[in-house]
């Protein structure tokens, strides 16, 4: 399967890239292709609102910025990963905006399957993020292959890298 990751930490040796990091060596162990892009490192502005994209743009948003990167990615994935640090209760800013640029093409055509990594320093901090992932999954008809948190304890450790082979296996 063809699978791209969005890991949206700034902190480059941090515990939502490590996640990120052990899920793209499990799948591609597993034989499949995957392409992990750092979206903390792009910019990507948020949605305008203009709807430009559903009239004059035939699907294409006017923004020109490093989205344009992502757009070709997310056309021919067939899962679709989301790696985001919780800072305050829900994903991160950088995960929201290549999220919420893709009301310009309503769905990706590919995307099937998803999951969900987040790391924090804090338990019980997840409800939110989860929330929003599974509306996506829903209205992107995809199916969650599963969802896995670190909290601080957690963050690094042989048994948060067994989970995210587990989700790996549901692919």
């Known amino acids: 399967m063809n699978i791209l990751i969005l890991q949206a930490s700034p902190r480059a040796n941090g515990s ?3 996640m990120a990091a052990e899920y793209k060596k499990a799948a591609e162990a597993a034989g499949h292709q995957v392409t ?3 979206v903390s490192r792009k910019k990507i502005a948020g949605c305008l609102a203009c709807e430009y994209c559903h009239n004059k743009g035939n699907g294409a948003c006017i923004q020109k910025d490093d989205m344009q990167e992502l757009y070709p990615l997310m056309a021919e994935a067939e899962v679709l990963v989301l790696a985001a640090p919780i800072y305050y209760f829900t994903l991160c800013a950088q995960i929201q905006a290549p999220i919420q640029r893709m009301y310009c093409v309503n ?9 969900l990594l987040m790391s924090s320093y804090s338990p019980g901090v997840y409800s939110g993020a989860t ?6 999954c829903n209205y992107w008809h995809a199916e ?5 948190t670190a909290k601080i ?6 048994e948060t890298s067994q989970k995210i082979q587990a989700i790996v296996k549901n692919l």
Do not use: C
């Open 16 to 18: 939502t890239a490590w």
């Open 36 to 38: 992990l892009v750092n």
């Open 107 to 115: 769905a990706p055509a590919k995307v099937k399957k998803m999951a």
């Open 131 to 136: 929330a929003e992932y599974h509306d996506i």
């Open 144 to 148: 969650d292959t599963g969802i896995v």
């Open 153 to 158: 304890d957690e963050q690094k450790t042989d």
